[in-house]
């Protein structure tokens, strides 16, 4: 039998709700949240995440500052337009999209933004408060992939939890949260021996290689009734796809979310709600 689809833009609206109602309990006490945004460059992909984040702001009532920075941007003139957007109590939330061009260097740009505004959770000061299990500020996407499993009351005490990927954004925030729910976590990467037995004995599969060229999730590699999250999206033969065919994969798995409509929407709900506790805890602090 066909497994559940963990719908992602259901559950993202239900976040966008609860969001607007915190956005008007903010404004009414005269904070008005707002998301300053940096695109580095022209990249179509990054453009077109930007504007999606810029039009969720507005349905929830976030207001936006939006840089847009020639593909040559110094290092120097990108650490100037943060430090401005650091030092402007207008502005609560500061996202540089990333990739970045060549030239610049992603730790040394990410560090540089205030730990109270950073809303990708990517400052060291963030990361290691998310390590010792006190962060306010946590990644979009991994804080989304965890409102999915809440969402759908998928337990995850003691499930052995296949994740793979290991960056700062996605893999190492995941391997935190789900550590916090005692999982039992094993973070897979490019050079990892027997991914498919491993992919084969674990009762979650979380997935973001986001090349078919690399890697695929096929359903020869998952037990049956696993839940499958599939984070990666990578455009292959004029479509969006992620690491596994949803159609084939829900066969086999107990849930599965799809690519688009999956943990694309959550991401950017995320990002919302991490807007409007950066403005709460900026406001607490008095700035
Ligand atoms: N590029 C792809 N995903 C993300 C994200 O969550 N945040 C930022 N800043 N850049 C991204």
Do not use: W
Not at 183 to 209: G, R, W, Y
Request: proline share 4%; net charge neutral.
């Amino acid at each position: 039998m066909a497994g559940i689809k963990i719908d992602g833009k259901e559950i993202a609206q239900t976040v966008k709700d609860r969001v607007k109602r915190a956005v008007e309990e903010l404004k009414s006490q005269g904070i008005n949240p707002c998301l300053a945004t940096i695109l580095v460059g022209d990249n179509p992909a990054s453009a077109t995440y930007v504007k999606n984040k810029h039009q969720a702001c507005k349905e929830v009532g976030i207001s936006t500052k939006d840089h847009k920075l020639d593909a040559g941007t110094t290092q120097i003139q990108l650490n100037e337009i943060i430090e401005n957007l650091n030092n402007d109590k207008s502005v609560h939330g500061i996202l540089v999209q990333l990739p970045l061009p060549d030239q610049l260097d992603e730790f040394t740009t990410t560090s540089r933004i205030s730990p109270l505004k950073d809303v990708d959770g990517l400052t060291p000061h963030n990361a290691g408060l998310l390590a010792m299990k006190k962060a306010a500020l946590v990644a979009c996407t991994p804080s989304g992939v965890m409102e999915m499993f809440e969402y759908y009351n998928i337990d995850l005490e003691g499930k052995n939890v296949v994740l793979i990927n290991r960056s700062n954004l996605v893999g190492k925030p995941l391997y935190h949260l789900l550590l916090e729910k005692n999982a039992t976590v094993t973070t897979c990467h490019s050079k990892t021996k027997n991914l498919k037995e491993l992919c084969q004995s674990a009762d979650i599969v979380i997935t973001a290689v986001g090349d078919r060229s690399r890697f695929i999730l096929t359903p020869d590699m998952i037990k049956e009734g696993a839940v499958v999250i599939d984070v990666a999206i990578s455009r292959f033969q004029e479509k969006l796809v992620g690491d596994s065919d949803y159609d084939q994969i829900i066969q086999k798995a107990s849930y599965a979310t799809p690519v688009p409509g999956g943990v694309g929407p959550m991401t950017v709900a995320m990002l919302l709600k991490n807007t409007v506790t950066a403005a709460s805890l900026s406001s607490q602090i008095g700035r």
